[in-house]
């Protein structure tokens, strides 16, 4: 999913959150939550086009565990609204990226079945066309044409 989806589902994720608690930070916090995650994307582009090595997909940050973990701590430990606001941008975070791509399975958001498989590539929905950045040359305000040129001269020989 793109930095604009991602950007609206946290805020109004956050504005949620804010209504019920009463507490204004909810809205950056939920976005930090809801945003943030993708710069792993950061480390997959690198190791893809940097070093050329198109077997591996990371995506540290995206792992539908960490959603249960920040609810559990939520509900047993921790009843914070900082903690609601976190756990309901990243609830957008995971939920839109696993709905909106198609071609992610079952296990592609579950860090652990990434990580059983030694975070290869194929097993877990994949890179798919290789164009995985599309939506990173989409979501900058301007030099999509070359940053799209660099990416194509740096796709992996697989
Ligand atoms: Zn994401």
Redesign the pocket.
């Known amino acids: ?1 793109k930095l604009l989806p ?1 950007t609206a589902l946290s805020t109004a994720a956050g504005g949620l959150v804010w209504a019920i608690t009463g507490e204004p930070a909810s809205v950056p916090i939920a976005i930090a939550a809801g945003v943030l ?2 710069v792993d994307h950061l480390v997959d582009y690198y190791v893809k086009y940097v070093r050329r090595d198109g077997r591996f997909q990371f995506l540290l940050l ?1 792992g539908w565990e960490y959603l249960l973990a920040g609810l559990i701590a939520y509900v047993f430990f921790l009843q914070e609204p900082w903690l609601l606001a976190a756990v309901a941008g990243y609830a957008t ?1 995971i939920a839109g ?1 696993q709905l909106s791509h198609d071609r992610a399975r079952w296990n592609t958001y579950l860090v652990t079945a990434r990580a059983i498989n030694g975070f290869r590539a194929p097993r877990h929905g994949g890179w798919g066309s290789g164009r995985a950045y599309q939506s990173l040359v989409e979501s900058v305000p301007f030099g999509r044409e070359a940053l799209t040129r660099w990416f194509e001269r740096r796709l992996p020989e697989e």
Do not use: N, R, T
């Open positions: 999913m991602h995650p993708d995206h975070q990226d």
